[in-house]
Nanobody, 123 residues
Framework: QVQLVESGGGLVQAGGSLRLSCAASGRTFSTYAMGWFRQAPGKEREFVAA????????YYADSVKGRFTISRDNAKNTVYVQMNSLKPEDTAVYYC????????????????WGQGTQVTVSS
């Protein structure tokens, strides 16, 4: 069993920054890819970013490319997403997910999910 716990969400003004963290326990974190997804009210859950098991490959949605940076610290069993230049359209619940080893844009390739953390960007 795997437990994923996100933290770092909150309310921020447009143009501001937040760093989300996701701490994993219960499995060998360092052998799995990690992803971040988000879901706004009334919308489908969408891909944000992913990182391979060793951090060698990263993937981003076009909507966040150049503003968000995903990283991981395998010694701490934690994955991060640094979010800069935030926009009101980034408002959503952000979820981390674990699965595979290469990283994927598809939520169907992830086996475990956290409970989510709310990010609200005011205009």
């Amino acid at each position: 069993q795997v437990q994923l716990v996100e933290s770092g969400g909150g309310l921020v003004q447009a143009g501001g920054s937040l760093r989300l963290s996701c701490a994993a326990s219960g499995r060998t974190f360092s052998t799995y890819a990690m992803g971040w997804f988000r879901q706004a009210p009334g919308k489908e859950r969408e891909f944000v970013a992913a990182i391979s098991w060793n951090g060698g490959m990263t993937y981003y949605a076009d909507s966040v490319k150049g503003r968000f940076t995903i990283s991981r610290d395998n010694a701490k069993n934690t994955v991060y997403v640094q979010m800069n230049s935030l926009k009101p359209e980034d408002t959503a619940v952000y979820y981390c997910a674990l699965g595979g080893f290469r990283g994927s844009y598809s939520r169907h390739d992830y086996d475990y999910w956290g409970q989510g953390t709310q990010v609200t960007v005011s205009s």
